[in-house]
């Protein structure tokens, strides 16, 4: 038998046991189920190898053993490459000269392509738009950014607002797979409404819409072309840089056995199927139940900011398909509580820390983790915060509204006062030193264990004082003074800085690891 026949047969093989393992498999979800286009595309890409099959009535289920996702990305490259660019060729050689950053990018976005390629298929965009997660956050969920940008994509707070993805103490939905993936292709689609460029809408995703329309008219006015290449020398550096880095990437990606890459096998099947939960469960008891390790449910489900996952408004969670259908067994089996938090509002300012634990039977050490609160910081009224259940909130979820509006504000834990030593000045009683700093007789004798009132000149005299009478007022015809106050056991009172999101499109290419504190510099 001729190889080519050979080659067609074991083809036809596989894939009648592809069809057969495909229509007995049971599908959790959605997600599970192929493409519409899928079929056509793969007898396409059988036909390419094998044109003999054209009038093969078996050709529509030729399905190549051998095809990943990394074949379906390449057929669905639609965008222009971006020539004449030294920045591509300067950034082909940073990438490909890097194999062990490619590999862990690669093996990190193994868990998300098959979703973003068949988001992008669905909505008929170029697929090389998968390949752009690689420039933003190295597919890293986790990852957060000097602008406040976080996830995948690196949304900024007001742009994700902008886009539904909901953003409260319980969610972060910019850093959900689905969420977050719906809200960047939407955004680019209309981006690329906007300018009818791919390049254009991409510089626009990194530097924002305005900025590219404003540099846009510069351009016309100084006439030159408004095309990447013409416009790159209105653009800051970092969007300059860009689409030169995903035009790299999607170089080495199209031949990587040119680059001297060999890039990770990645399915063409879905890596993960939702779960619908409607009751509120811990984190690690979910990944507990679900019998996967915590840093991978944790790489599916990023966007939850507590150990508590709220149950109200459909939430998901995302788990391999094995370990979905382990978690509806185990957790169908489960005889206890599923959750150990609840939530509680703080309504007074002088509700402390160490109140609310001993209330709830826990520690003030227990409170500051679960809720990340420093520790020489106090809550201010309002806020909500995690708590354990006790047997009166056993069955209490939090609800929706709860979720959605929870907000945690905290101050410095300044003292009520301060210790400071006086020192008496000749005929100076002891009614005069209390009206001065605002303390009664009965205190500074209870302090100092006097039993009268009379006092000596030169005589020490310890004062706890209000913060803000710490410091006497003093007249200009006043002598040098005799007090010495001392500062006892102060603190850090700086103000806790604030710092406002950027309320541009602008992302910064430079992220870091909330999960780990870690910087990723990618270039």
Request: net charge positive; charged share 20%; hydrophobic share 40%.
């Amino acid at each position: 038998m001729p190889r080519s026949d050979l080659k067609v047969s074991l083809k036809l093989i596989s894939a009648t046991v592809f069809l057969l393992g495909t229509a007995s498999a049971s599908h959790a979800a959605s997600d599970l189920s192929l493409p519409s286009s899928y079929s056509s595309w793969a007898k396409d890409a059988a036909l390419q190898d094998n044109p003999n099959l054209a009038n093969d009535p078996l050709s529509e289920f030729v399905v190549a053993s051998d095809v990943d996702v990394w074949a379906r990305i390449r057929k669905g490259f639609a965008i222009p490459d971006l020539v004449d660019n030294q920045l591509v060729i300067n950034q082909t050689v940073w990438y490909s000269s890097r194999p062990d950053y490619i590999g862990r990018t690669t093996k990190r976005a193994s868990l998300y392509l098959y979703h973003v390629v068949e988001e992008l298929e669905k909505r008929g965009m170029p697929t090389e738009l998968a390949l752009l997660p690689f420039i933003e956050s190295a597919f890293n969920p986790q990852a957060y950014s000097t602008a406040k940008a976080a996830g995948m994509w690196q949304f900024i707070p007001s742009t994700g607002r902008d886009f539904n993805l909901k953003q409260n103490m319980f969610k972060d939905e910019r850093r959900s797979v689905l969420a977050s993936t719906d809200a960047a292709l939407t955004y680019l689609q209309r981006l690329y409404g906007m300018f009818g460029d791919w390049q254009l809408a991409l510089a626009a995703y990194n530097w924002g819409e305005g900025s590219v329309q404003r540099a846009i008219k510069k351009a016309e006015a100084a006439g030159v072309g408004t095309d990447f290449n013409s416009l790159s020398a209105y653009m800051p550096a970092e969007t300059k840089n860009y689409v030169p880095k995903l035009q790299a990437v999607k170089n080495i990606i199209a031949t990587p056995d040119a680059y001297g890459i060999t890039l990770l096998k990645v399915d063409n099947q879905p890596y993960f199927v939702s779960v619908a939960k409607t009751r509120d469960i811990d984190v690690k008891l979910a990944a507990q139940l679900a019998e996967l390790p915590m840093e991978e449910f944790k790489a599916l489900n990023p966007q939850f900011n507590r150990p508590v996952i709220t149950g109200s408004s459909n939430t998901q969670i995302l788990l391999p398909q094995s370990n979905a259908e382990k978690f509806k067994t185990n957790l169908a089996k489960w005889g206890h509580a599923l959750s150990s938090w609840t939530a509680h509002k703080v309504t007074n300012a002088r509700e402390k820390i160490e109140v609310i634990a001993a209330k709830f039977h826990t520690t003030p050490q227990v409170i500051r983790e679960v809720n990340n609160i420093p520790p020489k910081m106090v809550l201010k009224a309002g806020s909500t915060i995690l708590v354990p259940r006790t047997g009166e909130t056993a069955q209490k979820d939090i609800t929706q509204d709860i979720a959605d509006n929870a907000t945690m504000a905290m101050a410095p834990d300044v003292p009520d006062s301060k210790r400071i030593n006086v020192t008496v000045k000749k005929n100076e009683t002891i009614k005069a030193i209390a009206n001065r700093y605002k303390v009664t007789i009965g205190q500074i004798k209870n302090w100092n264990d006097l039993r009268s009132e009379k006092l000596a000149s030169g005589q020490k005299l310890e004062l706890h004082v209000p913060v803000r009478s710490a410091s006497p007022t003093r007249t200009a015809s006043k002598s040098k003074s005799s007090e010495v106050v001392t500062r006892h056991a102060s603190r850090n009172t700086k103000p806790s800085k604030t710092v406002a999101a950027k309320s541009s499109s602008s992302r910064s290419s430079k992220v870091v690891v909330s999960a780990q504190s870690t910087r990723i510099a990618i270039k």
